[in-house]
């Protein structure tokens, strides 16, 4: 049997789930219950879409140039960076966030849920390959339940016998109507670090709104921030554990341009809100621990 019939086969659930092969060979994940419709790919277990019902667009931005495979992080949606953030400062010339969006995943188990949600469970372990390039033993878990909220729990046992140090984000491309037409709420008063700016220490003035382009990472933040947007209608609220900083990406007109995989006018139709280990936010875990990174997704419609 292909991959795909093999997993339909074991974790299809009728009304709730079905695997499918895309264009580029990858078995994608289609979620639809009562609540929303998700896809997942099981290659770099990236949540690709989300759309609750009574939305007319998507929560997530998905590149209309992304690749599927090939060694390349898909563009949109939730990549999982890990086991490490941002360029690779080991000097061993590895790529940029990791490996873990780079790879398959393995599907573990599914579920349907008395209140009409939908669960998935991926997998990811070690190789001779990953082994290569991060020398530690590891088991890498992505729960996603689709219910009144999406949610996401991103957990690292560390199998081996010494200590593990990672930092990680969940890259989230949430879909705007225009972004310069946007709020994201929650992180007034809060210290960022500018990476335009060589890193320099500056503290959030108000709600944050881009004009042009913008990374930085905020420390010891809040659990929760919310995405504004009133060309679509909808506050979206991001929930954290397990973090302490928040990326907020996006490239702008010009740092947008030698990007492959992104039209050169798509810095206009998202904004990346990013649930962090980041910078100096590491994590640290024990032999024969664990450690778990979470992110919720609520909708709610903006009154008129």
Request: one cysteine or more.
């Amino acid at each position: 049997m292909t991959l795909e019939q093999t997993l339909n086969t074991e974790f299809s659930i009728p009304d709730h789930l079905r695997f499918e092969t895309n264009a580029s060979g990858i078995v994608m994940a289609m979620i639809e219950n009562q609540y929303a419709k998700v896809v997942i790919s099981t290659y770099g277990s990236h949540i690709v879409s989300y759309l609750p019902k009574g939305e007319t667009e998507d929560v997530f931005y998905l590149s209309e140039q992304a690749i599927f495979g090939e060694g390349k992080a898909i563009r949109g949606g939730i990549p999982i960076c890990w086991p490490w953030f941002a360029d690779d400062k080991s000097g061993l010339g590895r790529q940029a966030h990791g490996f873990a969006r780079n790879v398959q995943w393995k599907v573990l188990a599914t579920q349907a849920g008395d209140d009409g949600s939908t669960a998935i469970k991926l997998g990811l372990k070690q190789t001779e390959s990953s082994l290569a390039l991060w020398p530690h033993s590891f088991e890498l878990v992505f729960d996603i339940v689709v219910g009144e909220a999406l949610t996401v729990n991103l957990t690292t046992k560390n199998v081996g016998q010494q200590p593990i140090i990672i930092n990680q984000a969940l890259h989230t491309y949430f879909k705007t109507s225009d972004i310069e037409d946007i709020e994201i709420q929650g992180l007034n008063d809060v210290t960022y670090l500018n990476k335009l700016t060589a890193f320099s220490a500056s503290k959030q003035q108000g709600d944050i709104t881009v004009k042009g382009e913008i990374d930085r990472v905020y420390i010891d933040v809040p659990k929760t921030v919310t995405l504004i947007d009133k060309g679509y209608g909808r506050d979206i609220t991001i929930s954290g554990q397990g973090s302490n900083s928040t990326v907020v990406w996006n490239p702008g007109p010009e740092t947008i341009k030698p990007f492959s995989d992104l039209p050169n006018s798509a810095y206009q139709a998202f904004i990346c809100i990013e649930t962090a280990n980041a910078l100096d936010d590491i994590v640290t875990i024990a032999a024969g621990e664990s450690q778990c990174l979470t992110a919720s997704y609520q909708v709610n419609k903006r009154p008129n």
